[in-house]
């Protein structure tokens, strides 16, 4: 994925997608400033930069290679009407970036440990989606996303003390974990979205699912049994999202942030999105 003229600041590069103006950069600079990073121009790259790639939104498989990147790659859209980066956006990459919460505030949190936990979480965030008067189509996504990212946390996070996955091959056949297992998903509606978060405490997450999700983004969905399962179901959350910020401690927290919109929109997979990963 070729890029255009950049702006550096502090370790973060800024770089525009070729399919947007050179003139984005410089646009896209005092939006990101009110996100807390201050831009400036650089005439090279900084030691080790932490790349944020500036795109249209629409998600390709050359995406999948920026990802691949040490460290990987943020891509956030340009979606708003001036054709910038959204204000919520960039608030939220200030705070992944610099270790701060991810939700906005009065989120409903619960703890998961079994199958009937994620059921009922999943039916009260569908129920808080119609309260705030989403859609039927939102409330059915928000409920899909709420099972995936729980699956994926609860049942592909845990390692035992030789890194070895607890029930990441025999999904079909838990239906509870350990106490010390459980993980913690938080939803909370604002300004016309369903913010949903995870949290494991394993921290074993990292880029390469999102990548080869991202692979064959487009086409029919090739499973990698071998990771544990969990490729179409970070399938599913990226096209049910808007945004997907992950924040990554090694070894000690894995935090998967969902962005869902309430609106009536069908094709969730052709809107514009945001993939923003923090490997800490």
Request: proline fraction near 6%; hydrophobic fraction near 45%.
């Amino acid at each position: 994925m070729s890029t255009a003229p950049h702006l550096e600041a502090g370790g973060l590069l800024l770089i525009a997608d070729e399919t947007l103006s050179p003139a984005l950069v410089e646009q896209a600079a005092p939006v990101l400033a009110q996100g807390g990073m201050a831009l400036c121009q650089g005439p090279g790259s900084p030691s080790g930069p932490r790349r944020l790639v500036l795109f249209d939104g629409k998600l390709t498989p050359a995406h999948a290679e920026a990802l691949r990147g040490e460290p990987p790659a943020l891509l956030l859209a340009t979606r708003a009407s001036d054709g910038r980066p959204s204000a919520w956006e960039v608030r939220l990459l200030g705070d992944l970036l610099r270790g701060a919460p991810l939700l906005p505030a009065g989120a409903s949190r619960h703890r998961l440990q079994s199958v009937a936990d994620i059921n009922a979480t999943g039916e009260a965030a569908a129920q808080a989606v119609t309260q705030a008067r989403g859609s039927r189509t939102a409330a059915a996504l928000v409920g899909d996303v709420v099972h995936e990212l729980a699956a994926n946390a609860m049942w592909d996070a845990p390692v035992d003390a030789q890194g070895q996955h607890r029930y990441a091959h025999r999904r079909s056949e838990v239906r509870e974990v350990a106490p010390e297992d459980a993980c913690e998903l938080s939803f909370v509606v604002e300004e016309g979205r369903m913010w949903l978060e995870v949290v494991d405490r394993f921290g074993g997450l990292r880029p390469g699912p999102f990548a080869r999700a991202l692979g064959g983004w487009g086409g029919r969905v090739q499973v990698d049994a071998s990771g544990g399962g969990a490729g179409l179901g970070l399938r599913r959350i990226l096209e049910h999202s808007d945004v997907v910020a992950v924040r990554v401690a090694a070894g000690r927290e894995s935090r998967v942030l969902c962005v869902v919109d309430l609106g009536e929109a069908r094709r969730r997979a052709t809107q514009p999105k945001s993939l923003l990963f923090c490997l800490q």
